[in-house]
């Protein structure tokens, strides 16, 4: 007797697009049938074997505040007894769907790598704005201001200066080979002491309050774990020397928000990107929208026209290896 069809939840829009290149990745001996949500609530219960939680789904959600459509594909995920598997297409999963998944024991990959290399550039720019001082010449220029450096102190070189990466990923990675090139020097933060790539120091998270005295740039690049929410507390901002900044690509958690709200505007910390906040969408009323020293992004860090077919890629892939029964790339646990 034949197997059932493999059902795969997934969006309209992917179905319509990929449904070829899934056919291949299952191969001639694998029927399956796509489960898509219907637009609007269905009291019928949805059910499917795998789900692709494509960046259509997710939409301009936030961890914190999830729209009707987002919440109907989640709710299929949450309502769907046969889920076995469940692919994001973020590079991180704490987002708390799948954490009810994971606890149902649904296996929840990511698609870690796939945004990488734009990340890894929008923090540098991010990093080099504020080393140059862009802020203040663009807030000049838009009041047609001729406002040279030289009058209102001179940025510091880079070359020579230290930086702190937490994470250790293929964000940080990048990150760290682009400051080396610029005479940076880079210490890295992460789960273990081993050497890495490129003889940059490297220290595990219990050293992470010893090496801020002399961390110029604290750049964050790390999944939101148990270890790393609120590692940036009001005291590590402290233990930075005046004058350091900071650049979040991570997630807001990782920062006690307040407290590097009252570091910058006392300008003990000389200044911040951020990409990623406590809440998401940031609130309107927020301080760091205004202050002067802070280039604030809407977590759009990893946007680009390339990332979707990286994602897909990731996710084919992995459905190979299902098919395979060969173990699956980037597992969130």
């Known amino acids: 007797m034949a197997s059932a069809p493999l059902r795969i939840l997934l969006s309209a829009a992917t179905l319509d697009a990929h449904r070829p290149a899934i056919d291949a990745a299952l191969g001639q001996g694998r029927a399956w049938q796509p489960v898509v949500v219907p637009d609007v609530d269905d009291a019928r219960a949805v059910d499917a074997d795998l789900a692709f939680v494509s960046r259509d789904v997710t939409g301009l959600s936030t961890k914190h505040e999830i729209l009707p459509a987002t919440q109907r594909f989640y709710t299929a995920m949450l309502q769907a007894p046969s ?4 692919h994001a297409h973020s590079a ?3 987002r708390a769907i799948y954490g009810q998944l ?3 024991g649904v296996t929840v990959t990511t698609s870690s790598g796939a945004n990488a290399g734009v990340v890894a550039q929008t923090a540098l720019a991010g990093l080099l704005a504020l080393a140059r001082h862009l802020p203040q010449l663009i807030d000049a220029q838009r009041a047609s201001r001729w406002a040279p450096l030289i009058g209102s102190g001179l940025p510091r070189d880079l070359q ?6 937490v994470g250790w990923g293929p964000i940080g990675q990048q990150i760290g080979a682009v400051l080396d090139v610029l005479g940076v020097g880079v210490t890295v933060v992460r789960q273990r002491a081993t050497p890495v790539a490129g003889g940059f120091e490297t220290v595990t998270f219990d050293q992470f309050d ?4 002399r961390t110029d740039w604290l750049i964050l690049a790390c999944p939101l774990t148990d270890v790393t929410r609120g590692l940036v507390s009001r005291a590590a901002l402290q233990r930075l020397p005046a004058g350091a900044r900071l650049v979040n690509v991570a997630r807001g958690e990782v920062v006690d928000e307040a407290a590097l709200i009252d570091a910058l505007r006392v300008q003990h910390l000389g200044g911040a990107f951020l990409d990623v906040f406590a809440h998401e969408p940031l609130p309107a009323t927020s ?3 205004s202050l002067p020293n802070v280039i604030a992004t809407p977590h759009s860090a990893g946007f680009s026209d390339g990332n979707a077919a990286r994602v897909v890629e990731i996710f084919l892939d992995n459905l190979r290896r299902w098919a395979d029964g060969q173990p699956l790339r980037n597992i969130s646990s």
Request: proline share 9%; charged share 15%.
């Open 83 to 86: 889920l076995r598997w469940a």
């Open 160 to 165: 020579g200066q230290h930086a702190t990466i």
């Open 102 to 104: 994971r606890a149902r």
């Open 92 to 94: 991180g999963a704490d």
């Open 210 to 213: 010893a090496v801020l005295p």
């Open 287 to 289: 301080p760091l929208w």
